[in-house]
């Protein structure tokens, strides 16, 4: 079984049917505890605000249950922030599964926030990226980026570096759309899914 985190958060529907077309068939989407820790992986999706996102899962209590967990779990945009240390948007303590902070892009008049739009990646690692080549574009739609740290496992460029995917241990992270990027998207999820 694959779970969907159902919380107060945006572009689930478009998770759901991405998956679909990646061939998986048993996805729950549910904010069960019990299912989140018996599922075979976990999709932390998500577009939206940290704080008021944080506030959703906090109100279920999923906070605490989603860094526990030993099931690989993939969060997406959103998903991949509240899984950092911290975050600017609404000053808030995120999840601290990756050791990144979330900063806001600051717009300098050569570019443009939000970052919006298709953007290649670099510096690729790690099982999600199986079969994609460095310089491949992905899709993105987001103001706040996360730092480059020793998670870091795919690197992005819109006014200076930042992560575009996290990685430490089961669980992963990654701030473009991969169910809006494709097949190279599509290729991403069903890597997941295969882990």
């Not at 967990?69 to 600017?88: A, D, F």
């Not at 310089?135 to 930042?162: E, K, L, M, Q, W």
């Amino acid at each position: 079984m694959i779970a969907v985190v159902k919380y107060d958060a945006g572009n689930v529907r478009s998770v759901l049917n991405a998956l679909d077309r990646a061939g998986a068939r048993d996805v729950v989407l549910t904010s069960d505890p019990d299912l989140l820790r018996s599922a075979s992986k976990v999709i932390l999706p998500g577009v939206g605000e940290a704080s008021t996102a944080l506030d959703s899962l906090r109100k279920e209590g999923l906070d605490s249950i989603i860094p526990t967990l030993e099931n690989p779990v993939l969060g997406i945009c959103i998903g991949l922030q509240l899984l950092c240390r911290e975050s600017e948007e609404g000053n808030v303590r995120g999840m601290g599964v990756f050791p990144a902070c979330v900063r806001r892009f600051v717009p300098d008049g050569e570019i443009k926030v939000p970052h919006m739009g298709w953007n290649s990646l670099t510096s690729l690692e790690g099982p999600l990226f199986d079969g994609i080549d460095d310089g491949t574009y992905f899709y993105f739609v987001h103001s706040y980026r996360a730092d480059i740290c020793d998670c870091t496992a795919a690197v992005c460029d819109h006014g200076g570096p930042f992560s575009a995917a996290l990685c430490r241990g089961n669980f992963y992270g990654v701030q473009f759309h991969p169910e809006k990027s494709g097949g190279a998207g599509e290729k991403v999820i069903k890597n997941f899914l295969g882990l």
